[in-house]
Structures are given as C-alpha cells and as structure tokens.
C-alpha cells in the first residue's frame, strides 16, 4: 500500500518525491527539504520539483501538518511571519550541524 504524503515526510528513510494535488486537482511533485518543529507544531518545507506558478526556481514553501477532522493533512502557510521563523529554525539547524 502507498504511503500518504504526510507517512512520507515523517519517514526520515523515504526520499521518493511527495505528490500533493490542488484544488484543480493537478498533481504538482515536491522534494521535502525540512521538517522543523516549531512552538509545539510541525512544519514541513517542500521545494516544487517542476515549475510552479507563482513560485520562483529557487524558493521553497512551508506547509503546516495540522489535525482535520481527526486525520492528520497539509496546509499551506500564509502567515509571513510563520514562514519566516520556520526559514529562521531551518537556518538555525543547518548552522548547528555545521552545513552553513
């Protein structure tokens, strides 16, 4: 059986790309550059495999992994100050393992 996306992100061995569909239903590939925890939430940064409308070759997106009606689903972050302190943890994390 396949995995959904969120069994993805929090398998730490599972690199396959992430598949997730807007509300069009396009499927639009994704590679999963982080999962940040973050003031008691968990925060999952993912990186358009192919060109996205709206979203520039070298940027990323920050996905919240929020309860809905008891099953646990994406959504994305709007908030700029959110998304700017999961960039801040993500930048904090590559520094102390010596990356950056």
Same mark, same amino acid.
């Given at each position: 059986m396949a995995k959904t996306p969120i069994e993805? %992100?929090?398998?730490?061995?599972?690199?396959?790309? %992430?598949? +997730?569909?807007?509300?069009?239903?396009?499927?639009?590939?994704?590679e999963q550059v982080a999962l940040i925890p973050l003031d008691g939430e968990m925060y999952v940064i993912l990186k358009p495999i192919?060109?996205?409308?709206?979203?520039?070759?070298?940027?990323? +997106?920050?996905?919240? %992994? %929020?309860?809905?009606?008891?099953?646990?689903? +994406?959504?994305i972050v709007e908030d700029d100050d959110i998304v700017d302190a999961v960039f801040e943890e993500y930048t904090a994390m590559l520094a102390e393992e010596g990356i950056i």
């Open positions: 993805q %992100i929090l398998d730490p061995n599972d690199t396959d790309p %992430i598949v +997730l569909y807007t509300e069009e239903d396009e499927a639009v590939t994704f192919e060109m996205m409308e709206g979203v520039e070759d070298d940027e990323a +997106l920050v996905f919240a %992994i %929020i309860e809905d009606d008891g099953e646990d689903v +994406l959504e």
